[in-house]
């Protein structure tokens, strides 16, 4: 890889390490943002609306990328991701912050997007591999270094600099993206499918804040999913006659499911690691959240490790052979987490969460790959931005799902031990310290039951990767 290239890779990074800050950050700093704007009812909103706009906004930015080229909207998009940023630090209301965060998340569905679009453009196949793998480190140095940076930054400055930091690193992205990218004019009269992309959003945000809605209004969730049908369906037949599709149809191949829904259900167990391991490490083993991260840390070098040779594997092997293998690993990583005891040392889990990173760099990076490269240069925006939205879509159902089986394992146990009026809340609280050890049991049971989930999930992505289509080689018009 050359100078040029790795300042390229650097500026990338840069942009996808300010996007998983971001969503790090804001959780540490939620409760002293609540105290100083004065709503507490609204908090849920911080973390939901950047959800939305950003799934939103992933697969048209794929498409306008195609029209009008990477680099601009890719520009553009980190321009409206700081723009947001420097409203949210001069929030100085809930509602305010809350509009802000939601023009953050329009531009951060271009970080992912167009930028794992253009690494596609720009870098060979085990110069990718080397990417993918820095860009998982990324995400677990930021899932560390994130509650320690941004308790640094609220108890010597404000939660307002949690935003404002943002502005100087992205500023340099842009810079290194507008000196050294070069790419082929895009196409000289574009046509914009406005009406795809309203139906489109409609069919998405429904569908998120249908399925986070379920659990605390029924019919109102029923009502979103039932108008997220509808959309999808006028856009299906919006999509079949226009020009310039949103997502042409004819990418939603065989082959594109299939690796669509290995990497939804992929992302659903890398989610669940990410949000249930931590909790089990602080609230059954009882550390800290800065242990917790540590402890997991292994995952994203195991990722990296991985990540390295997954290029000259696909050169070797099938793809299909790679993912299955890959999904085998993930199998016996769930399953070990199915084997902890309420008193299984630190380290043995530590141990555990060190062999997912080889299988999610060999399920998800692989499929990247695959996405990048099935089709030509005027399409990998929208096939890439599909890719993307199935993983947004993947943590978030993910997250809404697991989180109600927790709920309601954690109530069957509790029933079941006749804890009248006691909830899980009065364990966090700690306003029940006599059935404490009782309360750290049902949590225990909960996040068991979640584990078999993860093996079953595992079982399901190696049965679909026999299907898996072959690797093609990169065919674009750089």
């Known amino acids: 890889m050359d100078k040029t290239k790795q300042k390229i890779a650097f500026s990338f990074l840069i942009a996808i390490f300010l996007a998983a800050f971001e969503g790090v950050v804001v959780s540490t700093a939620a409760p002293v943002i609540v105290k100083s704007l004065h709503n507490f009812k609204m908090i849920s909103w911080i973390f939901s609306i950047f959800l939305l706009t950003s799934a939103i906004s992933t697969p048209i930015y794929g498409k306008l990328a195609d029209l009008y080229g990477r680099k601009r909207i890719f520009m553009i998009g980190i321009s409206i991701f700081l723009f947001g940023s420097l409203l949210a630090g001069l929030s100085q209301t809930m509602h305010?912050?809350?509009?802000?965060?939601?023009?953050?998340?329009?531009?951060?569905?271009?970080?992912?997007?167009?930028?794992?679009?253009?690494?596609?453009?720009?870098?060979?196949?085990?110069?990718?591999?080397?990417?993918?793998?820095?860009?998982?480190?990324?995400?677990?140095?930021?899932?560390?270094?994130?509650?320690?940076?941004?308790?640094?930054?609220?108890?010597?400055?404000?939660?307002?600099?949690?935003?404002?930091?943002?502005?100087?690193?992205?500023?340099?992205?842009?810079?290194?993206?507008?000196?050294?990218?070069?790419?082929q004019k895009p196409a000289t009269n574009p046509k914009i499918d406005y009406l795809g992309a309203i139906l489109l959003s409609i069919a998405i945000g429904s569908l998120l804040y249908g399925v986070?809605?379920?659990?605390?209004?029924?019919?109102?969730?029923?009502?979103?999913?039932?108008?997220?049908?509808?959309?999808?369906?006028?856009?299906?037949?919006?999509?079949?006659?226009?020009?310039?599709?949103?997502?042409?149809?004819?990418?939603?191949?065989?082959?594109?499911?299939?690796?669509?829904?290995i990497t939804f259900i992929s992302s659903f167990i890398l989610i669940a690691c990410s949000v249930y391991l931590p909790l089990h490490i602080q609230s059954i083993m009882g550390y800290s959240a800065t242990i917790a991260g540590i402890s997991l840390i292994g995952t994203s070098i195991a990722w990296f490790m991985s990540s390295i040779s997954i290029a000259k594997l696909m050169k070797k092997y099938p793809t299909n052979i790679i993912v299955m293998f890959s999904s085998l690993i993930l199998i016996f990583s769930s399953w070990l987490l199915?084997?902890?005891?309420?008193?299984?040392?630190?380290?043995?889990?530590?141990i555990y969460v060190f062999f997912f990173g080889f299988g999610f760099s060999g399920t998800l990076n692989t499929l990247t790959f695959i996405v990048q490269d099935s089709v030509k240069y005027n399409l990998r925006g929208a096939a890439v931005g599909l890719n993307m939205l199935t993983r947004t879509l993947a943590q978030t159902i993910g997250v809404t799902v697991l989180g109600a089986v927790l709920n309601v394992s954690t109530a069957d146990f509790i029933q079941a031990h006749n804890l009248i009026n006691i909830t899980m809340q009065d364990f966090y609280d700690n306003t029940a310290?006599?059935?404490?050890?009782?309360?750290?049991?049902?949590?225990?049971?909960?996040?068991?039951?979640?584990?078999?989930?993860?093996?079953?999930?595992?079982?399901?992505?190696?049965?679909?990767?026999?299907?898996?289509?072959?690797?093609?080689?990169?065919?674009?018009?750089?």
């Open 433 to 478: 310290p006599q059935y404490h050890e009782l309360l750290r049991q049902a949590l225990f049971y909960s996040l068991n039951n979640i584990y078999y989930i993860l093996v079953g999930s595992s079982v399901l992505c190696l049965i679909l990767s026999y299907f898996v289509p072959k690797y093609q080689e990169k065919n674009n018009g750089l």
């Open 96 to 183: 305010q912050l809350i509009i802000f965060r939601g023009i953050q998340g329009i531009g951060a569905g271009a970080i992912f997007t167009i930028g794992f679009t253009m690494i596609g453009d720009i870098f060979t196949l085990e110069e990718r591999s080397i990417i993918q793998g820095a860009i998982s480190t990324i995400w677990g140095i930021a899932g560390l270094v994130g509650p320690l940076l941004g308790g640094f930054l609220i108890d010597y400055l404000s939660w307002q600099w949690i935003f404002f930091i943002n502005i100087p690193f992205g500023l340099l992205s842009v810079y290194i993206l507008a000196k050294f990218v070069h790419e």
């Open 212 to 261: 986070m809605s379920l659990d605390e209004d029924f019919y109102l969730g029923v009502i979103l999913l039932v108008i997220t049908l509808i959309s999808s369906i006028l856009f299906y037949l919006q999509e079949a006659r226009t020009s310039e599709p949103i997502v042409p149809l004819f990418i939603l191949n065989k082959s594109s499911i299939i690796v669509n829904i």
């Open 338 to 350: 199915t084997q902890l005891t309420i008193d299984t040392p630190l380290w043995h889990l530590s």
